[in-house]
């Protein structure tokens, strides 16, 4: 039996539970009206934490080649290489030094964050991080936070060697600070009285946003003009904190046309918030429908009031769980499958384009660059969910891609339909019921489910590929496998290599009445391809 083969030694149980014909969920050959519009390619992109930027990215002297690897197996999977957005909390953090010999000059203040620097300054050498990826997209955070006299001059040196490192198309659009929405309000960090509000950020922002127009204007003219200079705004924590993102629209945000994509951020939950389980919290269609539909609600109401019109909403920055992902949880294939199933129904429901948080030693991470004293350098468990991902949106470059939601009965499944240019390409299963391969928890065998499509008629009496994601368990951080390949960085420096303890090259035949029945294991995602 398939499962049998996959797994080794592990037996399958009498089939536990399963669909046959008779439930069989209908697909069908041409999008139907309630699959997601069009993404944006790339759909899978990152969003690295700006203090952490030349961790992942290294110098020119240096450059991190395990990263652009890692980056490079995507681009091969979903057609074009992930952009990346240079931000996060330290953005609004960071003065310039212009005598710094080193890029970061990082101190951590216990009291705000152990995990990033509070103090930050960076030096001319920040911006050779810019360099080393190859046909890369990048956006680059500016500081709106600080805001004495000294903080505006910082700012606006920065402006000349931030677009000469991104002149040459590498510019994907600037940002100007990092979720406004909680300065006034974020206990420890505040740099905003509490009765600032949606005018005050407008102003604010519309201030230093002109101000560095008329910086890259003498620096790097080309750049600095109505069509070139564009933004990514404004990247609010979320829908509904001190900043009302309808209001802040209405406000003016966008008075110089120069936003582009409007860019959210979201988080399933706190790392240490109580009662955050995996089974619960991630791995459940359900809690990643009720925390995606906030945006979809968003997307609604800016537009039936006519705001953000014709401009794409992105998730900007997003992952499991925010303080950075908690232990043996952001960090375990069962991390992975959440991944898949938060991005690809992200895509069903129209947000255009995802950027997965990253940052040295962060839990969530779908790898760690660098060598540290906390974190082994390697590929982390995510990363095969950006795998998996890539590949259910694969398509050429001026392909329009659809992602279809295929509703089913339980939180711990969920399916999805791909159409490139309107027809069916791909399905995807993800059966996200927990299974603990260490530990007393462990079951003996690992039960599968079997899931039957109702497929159109071009595809009766065909023989379909499967692409597998699977790993021992939920609980497994390493071991990971899509379709046989690891992309681990001890084996070929995250270049993908072929395992051969893993089947591969699995077919399914559609019977000729159209019902096609694939078995996928708990804790374990597949693709069937057309
Ligand atoms: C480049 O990176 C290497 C390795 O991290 C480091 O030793 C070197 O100081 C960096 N160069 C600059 C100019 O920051
Ligand atoms: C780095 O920052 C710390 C804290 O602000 C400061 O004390 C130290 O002098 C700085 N080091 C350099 C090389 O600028
Ligand atoms: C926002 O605050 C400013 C003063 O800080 C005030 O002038 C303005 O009326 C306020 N706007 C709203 C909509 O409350
Ligand atoms: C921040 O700077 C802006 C633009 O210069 C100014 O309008 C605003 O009042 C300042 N806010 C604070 C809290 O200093
Ligand atoms: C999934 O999340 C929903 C909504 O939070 C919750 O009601 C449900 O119990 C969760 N399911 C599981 C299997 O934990
Ligand atoms: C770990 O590395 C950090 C940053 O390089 C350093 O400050 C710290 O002292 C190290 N801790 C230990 C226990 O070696
Ligand atoms: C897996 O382990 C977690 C934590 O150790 C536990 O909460 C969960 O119930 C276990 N799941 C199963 C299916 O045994
Ligand atoms: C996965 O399970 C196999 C078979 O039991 C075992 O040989 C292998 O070491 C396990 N891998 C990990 C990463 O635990
Ligand atoms: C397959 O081999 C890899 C690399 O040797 C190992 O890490 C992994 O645990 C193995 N998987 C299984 C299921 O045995």
């Given amino acids: 039996m398939i499962v049998s083969l996959l797994l080794g030694a592990a037996a399958v149980a009498a089939v536990p539970t399963g669909r046959d014909a008779s439930s069989a969920i209908a697909v069908t050959k041409e999008a139907p009206q309630e699959a997601g519009d069009s993404i944006l390619q790339p759909f899978v992109s990152f969003s690295i934490e700006f203090a952490f930027f030349p961790d992942y990215a290294g110098n020119k002297s240096n450059p991190n080649d395990f990263s652009n690897n890692l980056l490079d197996n995507l681009a091969s999977l979903q057609g074009i290489k992930p952009y990346i957005r240079v931000g996060g909390n330290t953005q609004d953090f960071a003065l310039y030094d212009p005598n710094l010999k080193t890029s970061t000059n990082g101190t951590i203040v216990p009291a705000k964050s152990t995990d990033y620097p509070y103090l930050l300054s960076i030096g001319p050498s920040f911006f050779e991080s810019y360099a080393t990826w190859p046909n890369t997209k990048f956006s680059h955070g500016f500081n709106l936070a600080k805001n004495t006299t000294a903080a505006m001059e910082s700012l606006l040196a920065t402006v000349p060697l931030a677009c000469k490192a991104l002149g040459d198309g590498k510019l994907m659009h600037w940002e100007?600070?990092?979720?406004?929405?909680?300065?006034?309000?974020?206990?420890?960090?505040?740099?905003?009285?509490?009765?600032?509000?949606?005018?005050?950020?407008?102003?604010?922002?519309?201030?230093?946003?002109?101000a560095i127009k008329q910086k890259m204007a003498h620096a790097c003219p080309e750049m600095a003009t109505d069509s070139a200079y564009t933004y990514l705004a404004p990247s609010f924590a979320g829908v509904d904190n001190s900043l009302d993102p309808v209001k802040t629209w209405r406000d003016g945000l966008d008075s110089d046309k120069n936003i582009r994509l409007n860019s959210v951020h979201n988080y399933m939950g706190g790392a240490t918030q109580p009662g955050v389980t995996l089974q619960k919290t991630l791995m459940n269609h359900t809690s990643v429908m009720n925390s995606v539909d906030q945006h979809v609600t968003l997307a609604q109401e800016l537009k039936s009031d006519g705001l953000a019109r014709g401009i794409p909403y992105i998730l900007g920055e997003m992952n499991s769980l925010y303080n950075e992902g908690k232990p043996g949880l952001s960090n375990s294939f069962g991390a992975a499958l959440w991944g898949v199933d938060f991005n690809l129904y992200s895509a069903s429901q129209s947000l255009h384009r995802t950027h997965m948080h990253q940052g040295t030693d962060y839990r969530y991470a779908s790898w760690q660059p660098v060598q540290t004293n906390k974190t082994t350098k390697g590929t982390k468990a995510p990363y095969y969910g950006n795998v998996m991902v890539a590949a259910m949106v694969n398509a050429n470059h001026n392909d329009q891609v659809r992602v279809l939601n295929l509703p089913l009965e339980q939180d711990t499944e969920s399916a999805y339909a791909t159409y490139v240019n309107g027809n069916l390409a791909r399905l995807a299963v993800v059966n996200m019921q927990e299974y603990n391969y260490?530990?007393?928890?462990?079951?003996?065998?690992?039960?599968?489910?079997?899931?039957?499509?109702?497929?159109?008629?071009?595809?009766?009496?065909?023989?379909?590929?499967?692409?597998?994601?699977?790993?021992?368990?939920?609980?497994?951080?390493?071991?990971?496998?899509?379709?046989?390949?690891?992309?681990?960085?001890?084996?070929?420096?995250?270049?993908?290599?072929?395992?051969?303890?893993?089947?591969?090259?699995?077919?399914?035949?559609?019977?000729?009445?159209?019902?096609?029945?694939?078995?996928?294991?708990?804790?374990s995602g597949a693709i069937l391809n057309f």
């Fill in 176 to 210: 100007l600070g990092n979720e406004p929405d909680l300065f006034s309000t974020s206990g420890v960090f505040s740099p905003r009285p509490k009765n600032w509000n949606e005018s005050d950020y407008v102003d604010n922002w519309l201030t230093k946003e002109r």
């Fill in 438 to 523: 260490t530990g007393s928890t462990a079951a003996s065998q690992r039960p599968s489910v079997k899931y039957a499509f109702q497929l159109p008629e071009h595809a009766h009496g065909k023989t379909l590929a499967v692409q597998r994601l699977m790993a021992n368990g939920s609980d497994a951080i390493t071991g990971i496998t899509w379709n046989g390949w690891s992309y681990n960085y001890e084996l070929n420096n995250g270049k993908p290599v072929r395992l051969h303890n893993v089947t591969i090259g699995e077919t399914v035949p559609v019977g000729q009445k159209g019902v096609v029945e694939i078995e996928v294991p708990w804790s």
